[in-house]
């Protein structure tokens, strides 16, 4: 996925490096598009952050015909 988003700032950037195609220079395309991408990683990271401390722990899954081994010998 990020190595799509930068494939595609790459193409932008050259795109707006012809001037005969721009109307903008590269550093008015850049700043705005990394202020965006910056801003929605942080959004991500927190929203990663709170759901993770939020989100009960994992079920713990019971076997009741599960064997465990005590000296050598099956438990029942």
Same mark, same amino acid.
């Given at each position: ?6 494939? !595609?700032? $790459?193409?932008? #950037?050259?795109? =707006? /490096? @012809? +001037? $005969?195609?721009? &109307?903008?220079?590269?550093? *008015? *395309?850049?700043? %705005?598009?990394?202020?965006? #991408?910056?801003? *929605? !990683? @942080?959004?991500? @990271?927190?929203?990663?952050?709170? /759901? =993770? *401390?939020? /989100? &009960? +722990? +994992? +079920?713990?899954? $019971?076997? %009741? =015909? &599960? ?6 010998? %099956? !438990?029942?």
């Amino acid at each position: 996925m990020l190595l799509l988003i930068l494939v !595609a700032l $790459h193409r932008l #950037l050259m795109l =707006q /490096s @012809i +001037p $005969h195609i721009s &109307s903008l220079t590269w550093v *008015t *395309t850049l700043v %705005p598009l990394v202020a965006v #991408l910056l801003v *929605t !990683a @942080i959004k991500d @990271i927190i929203d990663d952050v709170v /759901s =993770q *401390t939020l /989100s &009960s +722990p +994992p +079920p713990v899954f $019971h076997n %009741p =015909q &599960s064997c465990f081994l005590l000296d050598s010998k %099956p !438990a029942r």
